[in-house]
């Protein structure tokens, strides 16, 4: 017995139950996260291994293009960085904290500028604490921010694979390494990173969220009013 859902859709319903399955399973995906990288980090072997979803999803990607396009949602492929990713004026992302604004805008900066240096992958490594030192640099911490406002910002950066922690979220410091993974470059695609810290840097008020319309980001991230108050008593 084949366990099919039948749908009228010639193409899904003339697949087995598991293949039918696997292609709910990356629609499913791809809006929970927007982006399904080709290769992930396996902390277990501390190998980059090859995603099982990115391939049921480039397998069956001209059905997912046309099961997307009825809601005005489009999908894209970029082979060169190994990324499939979804993009849309109907899309409803998170709203992203300042801090985690922060960190895409200089995670970028980051990449670039090892990229620039002829680096043989499409991954970076970076610290929380060169981070803070090149926000530091720009002067955009009024204050050290809060352990939970920490991985709050990099909990969410993680579930749209931006990033990868290499440790435990409950032991981030310093000195914690992150893999910066190649959808920083589509979520700032074309977007001049030094402008908008700049832009941060000199509206202090930031509430009207300018810089942040500039981002090209199919995160589409708005700017939540920080809370001055809510500061941890670590």
Same mark, same amino acid.
């Given at each position: 017995? $084949?366990? !099919?859902?039948?749908?009228?859709?010639?193409?899904?319903?003339?697949?087995?139950?598991?293949? +039918?399955? !696997?292609?709910?399973?990356?629609?499913?995906?791809?809006?929970?996260?927007?982006?399904? @990288?080709?290769? *992930?980090?396996?902390? #277990?072997?501390?190998?980059?291994?090859? /995603?099982?979803?990115?391939?049921?999803?480039? *397998?069956? @990607?001209?059905?997912? #293009?046309?099961?997307?396009?009825?809601?005005?949602?489009?999908?894209?492929?970029?082979?060169?960085?190994?990324?499939?990713?979804?993009?849309?004026?109907? =899309?409803?992302?998170?709203?992203? &904290? #300042?801090?985690?604004? =922060?960190?895409?805008?200089?995670?970028? =900066?980051?990449?670039?500028? +090892?990229?620039?240096?002829?680096?043989?992958?499409?991954?970076?490594?970076?610290?929380?604490?060169?981070?803070?030192? *090149?926000?530091?640099?720009?002067?955009?911490? *009024?204050?050290?921010?809060? &352990?939970?406002?920490?991985?709050?910002?990099?909990? @969410?950066? $993680?579930?749209?694979?931006?990033?990868?922690? @290499?440790?435990?979220?409950?032991?981030?410091?310093? /000195?914690?390494? =992150?893999?910066?993974? &190649?959808?920083?470059?589509?979520?700032?695609?074309?977007?001049?990173?030094?402008?908008?810290?700049?832009?941060? #840097?000199?509206?202090?008020?930031? +509430?009207?969220?300018?810089?942040?319309?500039?981002? /090209?980001?199919?995160?589409?991230?708005?700017?939540?009013?920080?809370?001055?108050?809510?500061?941890? !008593?670590?």
């Amino acid at each position: 017995c $084949k366990d !099919e859902l039948m749908t009228d859709i010639p193409y899904f319903d003339g697949l087995m139950g598991e293949e +039918q399955r !696997e292609i709910t399973d990356s629609i499913r995906l791809l809006l929970r996260q927007t982006f399904i @990288l080709e290769r *992930k980090y396996d902390r #277990r072997t501390g190998r980059f291994q090859y /995603n099982r979803e990115f391939r049921i999803c480039n *397998k069956h @990607l001209e059905f997912i #293009r046309t099961y997307f396009s009825i809601s005005g949602i489009s999908v894209y492929e970029n082979s060169q960085l190994g990324v499939i990713y979804i993009q849309g004026e109907t =899309l409803v992302g998170d709203k992203l &904290p #300042r801090l985690a604004t =922060l960190y895409l805008l200089i995670l970028k =900066l980051i990449y670039d500028e +090892q990229m620039e240096s002829v680096s043989t992958s499409v991954n970076v490594y970076t610290t929380l604490g060169e981070m803070h030192e *090149k926000l530091g640099s720009y002067r955009l911490f *009024k204050k050290q921010p809060s &352990p939970t406002d920490i991985r709050r910002a990099v909990t @969410l950066l $993680k579930k749209y694979q931006v990033i990868e922690p @290499l440790e435990l979220l409950d032991d981030l410091n310093g /000195n914690s390494r =992150l893999i910066v993974y &190649p959808c920083i470059n589509v979520v700032l695609l074309g977007d001049d990173v030094r402008e908008l810290l700049e832009s941060f #840097r000199e509206d202090e008020a930031l +509430q009207a969220g300018t810089p942040q319309r500039e981002i /090209n980001s199919a995160l589409e991230p708005e700017i939540e009013e920080d809370d001055d108050d809510s500061t941890d !008593e670590d």
